[in-house]
Every structure is written in structure tokens, then in C-alpha cells.
């Protein structure tokens, strides 16, 4: 069985959410075609141990997380072709590292209060969001980003501010998106803030795809 690397370690705000998200990636990379192995290690971040894994997750991590020589190392392991997944505060992760920005897609810049909205699933050709409804109601944070990545990845999922109060990103909103600019696959959802998320079967199947497709597995 191929395997898959967790990594949760945070420098900054640690979501209570965490263990909660680590125990739902260990079921769904089963159901795929991963063990999952989990970490906060930074050590884990070598040529010699990455190259064991079909795909890296940063699982809400936050901050500076990673030391020079792990960033060399990973940076040329996703430019030979591993697969990255970023969940939720993988955004506001590594902020100085220009290439884990353009690895993310956008960066994290603010969220209004926690709510439940509608999610529009643009696309549903993606493993991530095949199996979601057109309109997908959910609960979050509503993640706004500093750029919009539309036009430099394929964006999977939007969300219209009208839906929720606080949002200021404007009429265009990306959430979840994937591309392969980096040299391997990467995917990011902004979605997991919440324990209740890793228990919800449309973001498991979420996740569930979105390990897949990263992996080459799909």
C-alpha cells in the first residue's frame, strides 16, 4: 500500500479540530489506498523519508513550521512530483516560503465568525467534488485569501458572500482548488475548521478524493 504523510505541527493558532482530522485521513486513505502516518516532526521533512510517501497533508498547520533544510527537501520533493493536500489553516502556513504560496495557491488573510452557508461546487468532474450537490450546505469559517488564484489553478468550489454575513472578498470567492504548477499535484481546501467537519460524509468524501487524486490514485 502506497503511503500518505499528515503533518500537523503549528507555530501559531492550533485547532482544537486537529486529532479529530487525523483520525478521519488515517479511515479515508484506507478506503483510497494509503496508510497515514502523522507527525508534528519537522525532522520527518528529508529526501531520504519523503521519498517513502505519495502524498504530503498539511492539516491546519500554522506558522513557520518547517527548518531550511526541510523546505529544500520538500520543495524538490513536490518539483519531482509528490502530491500535496493543504486543509484549511495550510494556508496561513510558512508565509515567508514564496514557493509553499504558490504550492497553496493563496494565501490566508482573515475569516468572519463561524456560520452555516451554502457552498457552490463549480466543478464536479474533480474527485473532491464529484459526489457533491451544485448548491452544498456546510458550516465554517468562510476563509478569505490575500489574491484571488482564479486563472493559476482550477478552482473546484466558491462560495457566494450573500449567503453568510461578514464576507469582504467580493463576488468572486474561491474555497477549494487544485493544480499542478509546483511539478506534482496539489490540492487545497479551505474547509476544517470545525471537529464536527471530519464527521460530515460529503467533507470526508472531499478529503477522501482529494488524497486520491493528489496520490495519483484516482
Given at each position: 500500500?502506497?503511503?500518505?504523510?499528515?503533518?500537523?505541527?503549528?507555530?501559531?493558532?492550533?485547532?482544537?479540530?486537529?486529532?479529530?482530522?487525523?483520525?478521519?485521513?488515517?479511515?479515508?486513505?484506507?478506503?483510497?489506498?494509503?496508510?497515514?502516518?502523522?507527525?508534528?516532526?519537522?525532522?520527518?521533512?528529508?529526501a531520504?523519508?519523503?521519498?517513502?510517501?505519495?502524498?504530503?497533508?498539511?492539516?491546519?498547520?500554522s506558522?513557520?513550521?518547517?527548518?531550511?533544510?526541510?523546505?529544500?527537501?520538500?520543495?524538490?520533493?513536490?518539483?519531482?512530483?509528490?502530491?500535496?493536500?493543504?486543509?484549511?489553516?495550510?494556508?496561513?502556513?510558512?508565509?515567508?516560503?514564496?514557493?509553499?504560496?504558490?504550492?497553496v495557491?493563496?494565501?490566508?488573510?482573515?475569516?468572519?465568525?463561524?456560520?452555516?452557508?451554502?457552498?457552490?461546487?463549480?466543478?464536479?468532474?474533480?474527485?473532491?467534488?464529484?459526489?457533491?450537490?451544485?448548491?452544498?450546505?456546510?458550516?465554517?469559517?468562510?476563509?478569505?485569501?490575500?489574491?484571488?488564484?482564479?486563472?493559476?489553478?482550477?478552482?473546484?468550489?466558491?462560495?457566494?458572500?450573500?449567503?453568510?454575513?461578514?464576507?469582504?472578498?467580493?463576488?468572486d470567492?474561491?474555497?477549494?482548488?487544485?493544480?499542478?504548477?509546483?511539478?506534482?499535484?496539489?490540492?487545497?481546501?479551505?474547509?476544517?475548521?470545525?471537529?464536527?467537519?471530519?464527521?460530515?460524509?460529503?467533507?470526508?468524501?472531499?478529503?477522501?478524493?482529494?488524497?486520491?487524486?493528489?496520490?495519483?490514485?484516482?
Amino acid at each position: 500500500m502506497h503511503r500518505a504523510l499528515v503533518y500537523t505541527r503549528t507555530t501559531g493558532f492550533r485547532h482544537d479540530s486537529i486529532p479529530a482530522g487525523v483520525a478521519a485521513l488515517r479511515d479515508l486513505g484506507r478506503e483510497v489506498g494509503l496508510a497515514v502516518e502523522a507527525t508534528q516532526d519537522p525532522g520527518a521533512f528529508t529526501a531520504a523519508t519523503l521519498a517513502g510517501y505519495r502524498v504530503v497533508v498539511f492539516l491546519s498547520t500554522s506558522g513557520d513550521v518547517l527548518t531550511a533544510q526541510g523546505r529544500a527537501a520538500f520543495g524538490a520533493w513536490v518539483g519531482s512530483g509528490g502530491g500535496f493536500v493543504g486543509v484549511h489553516l495550510a494556508a496561513g502556513t510558512e508565509t515567508g516560503w514564496r514557493f509553499f504560496g504558490d504550492l497553496v495557491g493563496a494565501r490566508f488573510a482573515r475569516h468572519p465568525d463561524y456560520q452555516a452557508a451554502v457552498v457552490t461546487v463549480e466543478d464536479q468532474r474533480h474527485p473532491a467534488t464529484a459526489h457533491l450537490p451544485a448548491q452544498w450546505p456546510f458550516s465554517d469559517e468562510w476563509y478569505e485569501f490575500e489574491t484571488n488564484p482564479r486563472g493559476a489553478v482550477r478552482v473546484l468550489a466558491s462560495i457566494d458572500e450573500r449567503c453568510y454575513q461578514g464576507g469582504t472578498m467580493g463576488p468572486d470567492h474561491p474555497l477549494a482548488w487544485c493544480h499542478e504548477n509546483c511539478g506534482g499535484r496539489s490540492f487545497f481546501t479551505a474547509l476544517g475548521h470545525d471537529e464536527a467537519a471530519y464527521a460530515d460524509a460529503g467533507f470526508r468524501a472531499h478529503l477522501a478524493g482529494a488524497l486520491a487524486w493528489a496520490a495519483r490514485l484516482d
